[in-house]
């Protein structure tokens, strides 16, 4: 079969092939736990789902303009207000489907065939597909002297002259960590120094732990929203339990937004208003539901991390935000894929392999199931790893 180039350069998502191998198993009748997800389990705002229910009624389901309505719009502009306390206008906005998209249009809209966009490791799996899906060429390092913890130097060391931008993920999908207000102060100043495009990846932004509150990018930022080169993605799928609504957003300024609405125009239109209504629903009225997850989440946190610290050998670093665990699984396997591999079939738990992530040796492990599946998959991997030399 013809296919191109990039096709070729592809590699599938580890996380949904997992998704997918749970669902065989469980259909062929195994007691599978999968610790592997990436979504919360809590029901998603009722106002989402009663404003969804309003409009199916009506039966007015029509295209939205590209970019996403006013109102969605006006819910992002408060929510920057709120959470990110920025002034920002409707021209700054774009709503996608999903900060997926938010992601691939930003990179499609600055890169040029062969730029490099640079990311740390251990990154979210998307991000070196994204990058080649747009002709790039992904650029990650492992930080020199913390994983969790980026520094500046260890960005400074692989950006050169053809690095278009940066991608920060904080709090980081795998690592869970929240990465330092130092270096996030670093990265801005660092990046307009540059004048490169530095993307925040915010989508876990409020998920966070042990009291911390979450940082805004836009304090360190010293120019205007129309001269800065920071793009700023966000969404409802983590936050408000709404993954399966695919409505995330990118703010930035307004000529890159209407490049980015440019190339969405032509590819999907824009979200469905089905998504676009329940979205601002979820944003605008009572926020309760967030907080509800995130302190249901810290509670299962805690049991996740003291049952794993529990396993022989195992370093387990305390997850500042996100729902994963990335805890560093060496003394088992150097090779983390064999090693969820082995879980699979011995203990029936899905776990992702750290190598899908850009680091080998660790294991993902979500920690957003019921606090009885979280105990006994990890009962059952520190029984798997008993029999295993060390
Ligand atoms: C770091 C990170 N960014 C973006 C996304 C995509 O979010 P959405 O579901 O809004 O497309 C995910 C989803 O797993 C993620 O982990």
Same mark, same amino acid.
């Given at each position: 079969?013809?296919?191109?180039? #990039?096709?070729?350069?592809?590699?599938?998502?580890?996380?949904?092939?997992?998704?997918?191998?749970?669902? @065989?198993?469980?259909?062929?009748?195994?007691?599978?736990?999968?610790?592997?997800?990436?979504?919360?389990?809590? +029901?998603?705002?009722? $106002?989402?789902?009663?404003?969804? !229910?309003?409009?199916?009624?009506?039966?007015?389901?029509?295209?939205?303009?590209?970019?996403?309505?006013?109102?969605?719009?006006?819910?992002?502009? +408060?929510?920057?207000?709120?959470?990110? &306390?920025?002034?920002?206008? =409707?021209? =700054?906005?774009?709503?996608?489907?999903?900060?997926?998209?938010?992601?691939?249009?930003?990179?499609?809209?600055?890169?040029?065939?062969?730029?490099? *966009? *640079?990311?740390?490791?251990?990154?979210?799996?998307?991000?070196?597909?994204? *990058?080649?899906?747009?002709?790039?060429?992904?650029?990650?390092?492992?930080?020199?002297?913390?994983?969790?913890?980026?520094?500046?130097?260890? @960005?400074?060391?692989? %950006?050169?002259?053809?690095?278009?931008?940066? #991608?920060?993920?904080?709090?980081?999908?795998?690592?869970?960590?929240?990465?330092?207000?130092?270096?996030?102060?670093?990265? #801005?100043?660092?990046?307009?120094? &540059?004048? #490169?495009?530095?993307?925040?990846?915010?989508?876990?932004?409020?998920?966070?732990?042990? /009291?911390?509150?979450?940082?805004?990018?836009?304090?360190?930022?010293?120019?205007?929203?129309?001269?800065?080169?920071?793009? %700023?993605?966000?969404?409802?799928?983590? !936050?408000?339990?709404?993954? /399966?609504?695919?409505?995330?957003?990118?703010?930035?300024?307004?000529?890159?937004?209407?490049?980015?609405?440019?190339?969405?125009?032509?590819?999907?239109?824009?979200?469905?208003?089905?998504?676009?209504?329940?979205?601002?629903?979820?944003?605008? =009225?009572?926020?309760?539901? *967030?907080?509800?997850?995130?302190?249901?989440?810290?509670?299962?946190?805690?049991?996740?991390?003291?049952?794993?610290?529990?396993?022989?050998? %195992?370093?387990?670093?305390?997850?500042?935000?996100? $729902?994963?665990?990335?805890?560093?699984?060496?003394?088992?396997?150097?090779?983390?894929?064999?090693?969820?591999?082995?879980?699979?079939?011995?203990? +029936?738990?899905?776990?992702?392999?750290?190598?899908?992530?850009?680091?080998?040796?660790?294991?993902?492990?979500?920690?957003?199931?019921?606090?009885?599946?979280?105990?006994? /998959? %990890?009962?059952?991997?520190?029984?798997?790893?008993?029999?295993?030399?060390?």
């Amino acid at each position: 079969m013809s296919i191109s180039q #990039i096709a070729k350069s592809l590699t599938p998502s580890a996380t949904l092939k997992l998704n997918e191998k749970a669902a @065989i198993l469980r259909q062929k009748g195994n007691p599978v736990i999968h610790l592997g997800g990436g979504e919360p389990i809590s +029901q998603p705002s009722v $106002f989402a789902i009663n404003a969804l !229910q309003d409009l199916l009624k009506s039966g007015e389901i029509r295209y939205t303009p590209a970019g996403g309505t006013s109102q969605i719009k006006k819910a992002i502009v +408060q929510y920057t207000h709120d959470y990110y &306390q920025k002034e920002v206008h =409707n021209n =700054n906005i774009i709503a996608t489907i999903g900060a997926k998209q938010a992601l691939v249009l930003a990179l499609q809209s600055i890169i040029n065939p062969k730029d490099e *966009v *640079v990311f740390p490791a251990p990154y979210w799996v998307s991000y070196p597909e994204m *990058v080649k899906i747009c002709g790039g060429i992904p650029k990650s390092m492992i930080p020199a002297n913390n994983v969790y913890h980026p520094v500046i130097a260890d @960005i400074e060391n692989v %950006v050169t002259s053809k690095t278009k931008t940066i #991608i920060i993920n904080s709090p980081n999908n795998p690592s869970g960590a929240v990465y330092t207000e130092q270096f996030i102060e670093d990265i #801005i100043a660092y990046c307009e120094k &540059q004048d #490169i495009y530095l993307i925040m990846d915010d989508i876990y932004q409020r998920l966070i732990y042990d /009291g911390k509150t979450p940082i805004s990018s836009y304090k360190y930022v010293t120019k205007s929203i129309e001269d800065s080169k920071l793009i %700023v993605i966000n969404g409802v799928s983590k !936050q408000y339990a709404m993954t /399966g609504f695919r409505l995330g957003w990118a703010v930035a300024n307004s000529k890159l937004i209407k490049v980015m609405s440019k190339f969405q125009a032509h590819q999907t239109t824009a979200p469905s208003i089905l998504s676009d209504k329940a979205a601002v629903a979820a944003l605008t =009225n009572d926020q309760s539901c *967030v907080e509800n997850l995130r302190s249901a989440l810290e509670i299962k946190r805690d049991a996740l991390v003291s049952g794993l610290r529990k396993i022989n050998g %195992v370093k387990v670093f305390k997850s500042e935000g996100t $729902f994963y665990c990335f805890a560093d699984f060496s003394v088992y396997s150097k090779n983390s894929a064999e090693l969820a591999e082995y879980l699979i079939d011995t203990a +029936q738990v899905i776990t992702v392999p750290g190598i899908a992530f850009g680091l080998d040796g660790f294991l993902r492990i979500s920690f957003c199931r019921d606090i009885d599946e979280i105990e006994e /998959g %990890v009962h059952r991997i520190k029984n798997a790893l008993s029999n295993k030399n060390i």
